[in-house]
């Protein structure tokens, strides 16, 4: 699976509150590039992972995503805004189901 789609399901996943889902594509993946050498894969979905476990808060994310380096997604034409899209979806699952994983509530905060 290529990260834009990985990106796309742990973007999906953490709005709907199912976070270990989340969690899950996110590592399953991490494991393949890591088999597959792809250290950009694989230093971006860890840095998703930090920002569930609370170790890398948003703004650090930003910075850090902002680096020319990822810039190489394919399907990704405006990366800047990507890159805010993506971390908009994780401050707000974050603060809806109080992340810090792999604690969280994901009974959406009693809105059902």
């Not at 973007?11 to 050498?37: C, F, T």
Request: proline letters at 3%; hydrophobic letters at 40%.
């Amino acid at each position: 699976m290529n990260i834009e789609n990985v990106i796309e399901i742990f973007k999906i996943s953490m709005v709907d509150g199912d976070i270990d889902n989340a969690y899950k594509i996110v590592s399953k993946n991490m494991e393949k590039y890591s088999n597959k050498n792809n250290q950009m894969g694989m230093e971006f979905l860890g840095m998703l992972i930090d920002s569930m476990q609370n170790k890398l808060s948003p703004d650090d994310l930003h910075r850090k995503l902002s680096d020319p380096k990822f810039k190489v997604l394919a399907d990704v034409t405006n990366f800047d805004e990507y890159v805010v899209s993506l971390i908009d979806v994780i401050i707000y699952s974050i603060n809806r189901y109080n992340i810090d994983y792999p604690s969280f509530d994901g009974k959406r905060c009693g809105d059902l």
